[in-house]
C-alpha cells in the first residue's frame, strides 16, 4: 500500500534530494495522517459516549489532536517548499521544523486536559457500559496505527524528514493507548472492575511525554544540533576521494531545512603543490557535492609539507603525546619553524567538551619541553562538531 501511494502521488518518487520531491511526500505523509485520523477520532468519540468511557474518549481526541497535527504538518510542509528569494537566500526549509514544533504544543495541550478529567474521573468513577462491538473496533484502530507508523517510518528514512519520524513513533505510542484502552473496558466488561479514570490517565501521561518528545526533536536542528556521524563520514570520504586531496577536518554543516544544508570543510594539499592545479580539484569538489550530496560545500585548502622526515617524527611525537593524555585527542594543521636555538611548532587539537582545554594545554607543554626545550608550541584548540554514534 506504502509503494502504491507513492508511485500514484509522487511524481520522481526516487529523487528524494530534490526538494520538490521532499514536499510532494510531506503532502502525501498529512493528507494520509488527515484522513486515517479524523476517521479514527469519528469512530472513537462515538464508542466513547456510548460506553460513558474518559479513557475511549480521550484516546479518541488524541487522534483528533493528531489530525489536526498532519493539518498543521501539510500547512508546514507546503510553506517550506517555497523557493529561495530575496529575503531567504536559504530557503524556508525551517518552517517544516516550526510547524512541528506547533504540533507539539497542541498533543500536549490535548494531554493536560484528560489528564484534569481522567482525574476527576478517579475521585468521581462512573459506570461504564460495556459493548464487544466496541472492542473489535478499537482493536481494527490499532491495525490502522501500526500502519501508519509503518508508512511514515519508511517516508522519512526515505526524505531525512525528522517531522515523519516523529509522526512514526507517535503512532507506535497511539497503538499502546488504545491497547490499554481495551484492557480497561475489557476488565470492567468481565470483572466489573472500573479501572478507567487511571487508564484515562496513563494515557494522557503518554500524550504528554510524546508531545514534549516530538517538541525535544524538533529544537535540535533549530538551535543547532552535532553533525550526524554517518553525514560526516559520508561528506569527508567524498571529498577526500579526489587526487590531490591528502585528508580532511574542522567539517562544520549548517540546516536550513531537511532538504537544505551549507558546509565547510578544511582540505589538506601538498604545499608544494601547483595552486592552480589543486584549486581547479577544489573547484570540481565543491560543484561535484552540490549535484551528488546535495550540499553548499565551501572548501578551504590548508597546504602540508609531505617530505620533510623531522616534521613528520615531531608530528608523530607529539600526537603519541596527546594520545597519553587521552585517547580522543588528535592535532592538525602542523606546521613547524626552524631555528637554532628555538623550534616554532604550530598545531591545532581537537578537545572532546569534557576535559578541561587548559589542563589539556598545560600537560602537552609539560610532556614537549621535557622531549626538547628548544621547542616553543603555539596550540589552537578547537571542539569536534560531530555527534556522537548510537
Known amino acids: 500500500m506504502t509503494d502504491f501511494l507513492v508511485r500514484r502521488f509522487v511524481k520522481d518518487y526516487e529523487q528524494t534530494g530534490k526538494a520538490s ?5 510531506g503532502v502525501l505523509a498529512s493528507m494520509v495522517g488527515i484522513c486515517c485520523n479524523v476517521l479514527l477520532f469519528v469512530v472513537k468519540i462515538t464508542i466513547g459516549f456510548f460506553l460513558n468511557s474518559v479513557s475511549v474518549m480521550s484516546d479518541a481526541f488524541n487522534n483528533l489532536s493528531d489530525a489536526a497535527s498532519s493539518v498543521i504538518g501539510f500547512i508546514g510542509v507546503r510553506m517550506a517548499g517555497r523557493p529561495a528569494d530575496k529575503d531567504h537566500p536559504f530557503g524556508h526549509g525551517r518552517i517544516e521544523y516550526i510547524a512541528a514544533l506547533i504540533v507539539s504544543f497542541l498533543v500536549i495541550e490535548v494531554g493536560l486536559t484528560f489528564f484534569k478529567s481522567s482525574f476527576g474521573k478517579i475521585l468521581h468513577p462512573e459506570r461504564l457500559s460495556f459493548q464487544a462491538v466496541s472492542l473489535v473496533i478499537l482493536a481494527l484502530s490499532i491495525g ?14 526515505r526524505t531525512g524528514s525528522k517531522v515523519m519520524e516523529a509522526t512514526a513513533a507517535d503512532s507506535l505510542g497511539d497503538v499502546l493507548v488504545t491497547g490499554a484502552t481495551i484492557v480497561s473496558v475489557l476488565l470492567y466488561g468481565i470483572f466489573d472492575l472500573n479501572i478507567d479514570g487511571f487508564i484515562g490517565l496513563a494515557v494522557s501521561v503518554v500524550v504528554i511525554v510524546a508531545g514534549i518528545n516530538i517538541a525535544r526533536d524538533t529544537l535540535k536542528p533549530l538551535i543547532g544540533e552535532a553533525i550526524d556521524p554517518e553525514l560526516y563520514k559520508k561528506i569527508k570520504a567524498f571529498v577526500e576521494s579526489y587526487d590531490g586531496i591528502e585528508g580532511t577536518h574542522d567539517l ?21 603543490g601547483n595552486i592552480e592545479a589543486i584549486h581547479e580539484v577544489i573547484d570540481q569538489i565543491e560543484r561535484d557535492a552540490k549535484e551528488k550530496l546535495g550540499i553548499l560545500l565551501v572548501i578551504h585548502m590548508d597546504p602540508l609539507e609531505l617530505e620533510d622526515p623531522v616534521l ?27 631555528g637554532r636555538r628555538r623550534i616554532n611548532l604550530f598545531f591545532d587539537i581537537v578537545v572532546p567538551y569534557d576535559l578541561d582545554e587548559g589542563q589539556v594545554v598545560d600537560r602537552l607543554q609539560q610532556k614537549i619541553k621535557a622531549y626538547d626545550k628548544r621547542i616553543e608550541a603555539v596550540i589552537t584548540i578547537d571542539r569536534s562538531y560531530v555527534g556522537q554514534e548510537n
Open 312 to 338: 613528520e617524527e615531531r608530528k608523530g611525537r607529539i600526537l603519541g603525546f596527546l594520545k597519553e593524555i587521552d585517547e580522543r585527542l588528535t592535532l592538525h594543521d602542523f606546521r613547524m619553524v626552524n
Open 21 to 25: 520531491v521532499r514536499t510532494a511526500y
Open 144 to 157: 490502522v496505527k501500526l500502519w501508519m507508523a509503518y508508512f511514515n517510518k519508511k517516508l522519512g528514512k
Open 252 to 272: 562544520l554543516v549548517h540546516s536550513y531545512g531537511p532538504s537544505t544544508s551549507i558546509a565547510s570543510i578544511h582540505a589538506e594539499v601538498d604545499g608544494h
